[in-house]
């Protein structure tokens, strides 16, 4: 009671003075002085931290005037984001480290390779990665960047000294620039001259999508290991380039929490980070709670939070030698809020993210020589432990696919090579440019084994994140963990993105087949030109060459443009999205032949998605993204408010996806009803399966998990509870590939990322259910064991007519986080082909 007593003490005078400008002097450590010709940051911004939002633009400018005035900082930019704001990097350490800069990264690195014994790390600097506010709306963390990099700038004496002698620090004031531009924006231009910290007040209830996400409305603290976003891509490379032994990912959370830092809960830890870990992760704990006490501040750890998906920058460290920590404070979310605690201010979240910033810097000295030892003997521990053999993986009628796999492998620094040889193994087929080989002794054994393995025991039943993300799978890939390594030729740097050889020119007609991952991309160039094409119903032959269902023709006669132009076309289509596109000179194919009806005629395709308030944004943005950043498709994005007004008779494909509460009402649901019925395709995910029934779009019979607590006490509820979700796991599921759904698909069964507990009964015609979950459906992951008799026999994907058009559901997410490229294509074929279906 004593120490809540003086938090609220703390806070209660901070309310007055955040309606004036505030003293510097109230973040600023003082038993250290300051070089007056460093400028501080309310000389650039025009006021102290605290007192507004730091926009990127101001953030940025202050960072270049520090590099500008300070030995002790140099600045790169390493890329720029979506909307084009630089991804910039500071490097602050001693003049005499910088004058000798490469040398030490060079011998630092040395500690991840063989021969790391004789190494003297009693001599060394410790590397420590300092990142700031991935979800832009957790703005606390950007803002005491600012007093960081000024601390380190700026500060004079003994103790400054130590700490840029013996460290080298990678500081990235905004991993999420264009996020943390959208909520200066909402929380400065909503931000009253009389502070109001009433919770309903406009300023803490950001417009849909908030600022959380990126220009896409990804959660990039997701993407450290798929690496499909240009921040998390200029991150990544910067860890790479380094290994850092500390990396730090400071975080908001709800406004009526304290303050956060690691270790998690220790039954959530994935089994392969060391143990070692673990313990300095908590020593590295004691310093935080010893600055937090100074300055009286609460805090809690172990409590909550994991350590198990490795795609979080708290995580990914870990299992790269390095050690991941996050920070979590409460949030204002604006300027200064009500809560629990008391008034919490902006100036009070920001000090605590720079104290902690400030104490893991103290750790990092403190610890320095230990924590440099840990980083070696991990990876000598780790090379102790690899196999002899090789993975394989790779899709013999989708080279991209594959490739794409490689390409996040050598971004990750793991040794990949090209299949020496065609080769068969168990049943499956290996060839050069499209299979891949990674060798198990290496010195990134452990990353690989993360990436590519099936779990499916845990001690816990509760996740954070996701409990599965086994890579082969979710790009759907023909795979083996255990391949004799000869198999193996050359070592490859960059993997060299899979081109095919331009089609020959015919006065007939040309053949593509719909396996390859761009093959969408190169219908829609197709279509865009006003070409006709048609889509073959099922398999055929022409000459030696077999051809597969969802093959499509485009006929040279009776078009718009003549042989020569088609040709050009296509020759373009084939050099951009390399898939190749073969010339035939006859129809008389065997099996079905050219001119059957069995051949579909396809439409060009004018898709919109439904957005705004009540859709999840996560799941609508990688659709978003997946169009226009994979597909070079445009997608017009519907929102929920102005809906009603809008005309949707020119769009042959509407996207629902996830959403949450009542999103459409009756109107809107009636609106797309006569919409449905004359002719337009509706394609629902998730959550839309809840909508779809109860507005009457299908019928569908949904199992429940009827489970009654036993035994269970109030305190275990909420983990009883929480076991019964799926958090993210990954299942099987049977493919009827005649079905235009499965169309490009070389196999009867895929691999499903599931996120939901809606289990919808099979149908009784068996050929409506063209995927279908097998009896023991789990590949990867967590489920309970009442929803794992639930899932087995379900459908994740149901089709309906309504009039003349079509309603579609896919109750799991195809197009999960931007890396999961093996269900991308049940989407295209629902836009495409959903008239056939």
Partial sequence: MKNLSFFILCLIPLFSLAQKPIDLN?????????????????????????????THDLLLSYMRTLAEESPRITLETRGNTYEGRPLILLTITSPENHSNLEQIRQDHLKLTRENSSNLNTASMPIVVNQGFSI????????????????????????????????????????????????????ANTNRSHNLNPDPQDREFSEVWPGGRTNHYWFDMNRD?????????????????????????????????????????????????TPQMNQDLTKEIGTYHAAALDKIGSLYYTEEDYDDFYYGKGSTFPDINGSIGILFEQG?????????????????????NQFTTALSTLEAAVGMREKILNFQREF???????????????????????????ADILRRQQIEVHEVAGDFESNGKNYKKGAAYIVPKNQRQHRLVEAMFEKRTSFQDSLFYDISAWTFPLAFNLDFQEEVNIRNAGERIEEPAKPTVTAPARSEYAYLMEW????????????????????????????????????????????????SDEIFELLKTVAEETGVEINAVTTGLTSGITLGSN??????????????????????????????????????????????????????????????????????????????????????????????????????????????KAENVT?????????????????????????????????????????????????????????????????LSGYISKPNLELIANTVPFKKTNLGSGQVILFTDNTNFRAFWFGTNKLLMNAIFFGEHM
């Fill in 135 to 186: 979800h832009g709306n957790e703005a606390s963390g950007s803002n005491a960047a600012l007093l960081a990099a000024y601390y380190l700038a700026a500060g004079q004496g003994p103790k400054i000294d130590e700490l840029l002698e013996n460290t080298i620090i990678l500081f990235d004031p905004s991993f999420n620039p264009d996020g943390l531009q959208r909520f200066a924006y909402w």
């Fill in 598 to 707: 069995k051949f579909r005629p396809l439409e060009p395709q004018k898709v919109a998605m439904i957005v705004g308030d009540g859709i999840t944004p996560y799941d609508a943005g990688e659709i978003w993204h997946l169009f226009d950043q994979r597909y070079d498709m445009k997608i017009t994005k519907l929102d929920t408010r102005n809906f009603n007004r809008a005309d949707l008779s020119s769009y042959t494909a509407i996207i629902l996806p996830n959403s949450w509460g009542g999103a459409l009402g009756k109107s809107e649901a009636d609106k797309l009803k006569t919409w449905v019925r004359n002719g337009g395709t509706l394609i629902g995910y998730k959550n839309a399966a809840n909508w779809f029934k109860s507005n009457e779009f299908m019928k569908m019979e949904l199992k429940k998990n009827e489970i």
């Fill in 714 to 778: 109030f305190e275990q509820a909420r983990d009883f509870r929480g076991a019964q979700g799926i958090g993210g796991a990954i299942f099987q599921a049977k493919q009827d590939r005649s079905h235009p759904v499965n169309f490009g698909y070389k196999d009867d069964k895929i691999a499903l990322f599931r996120d939901t507990t809606i289990f919808i009964e099979a149908d009784s015609t068996s050929y409506n259910n063209p995927l279908q979950y097998t009896g023991n459906p789990l």
């Fill in 331 to 351: 949030s204002s979310r604006g300027h200064v809020q009500e809560t629990n605690n008391g008034l919490l201010t902006f100036p009070f979240t920001i000090r």
């Fill in 515 to 562: 396996h390859n991952y761009y093959a969408p991309k190169a219908l829609n160039m197709i279509l865009e030109k006003d070409l006709r094409a048609t889509v073959a119903m099922q398999p055929f032959a022409e000459g030696d060459k077999a051809y597969d269902y969802g093959t499509i023709l485009i006929p040279v006669q009776n078009q718009e443009l003549n």
């Fill in 224 to 272: 450290w290991l798929p690496a499909q976003l240009p921040e998390s891509r200029a991150r990544i490379e910067t860890f790479h380039k380094w290994h850092p032994n500390i990396l730090t990912d400071h975080h908001e959370m709800g406004s009526n929490s304290s303050f956060f830092f690691q270790p998690g809960i220790p039954s959530r830890t994935h089994p392969l």
């Fill in 379 to 405: 990876y000598a521990n780790a090379r102790k432990s690899t196999g002899k053999g090789a993975y394989v993986f790779g899709n013999s009628k989708d080279p991209a696919t594959a490739w794409h796999l």
């Fill in 26 to 54: 109230y973040y600023l450590p003082q038993d250290i002085n300051y070089d007056e010709n460093i400028s501080t940051p309310q000389e650039v911004l025009g006021y102290i931290p605290g007192e507004w939002h730091v």
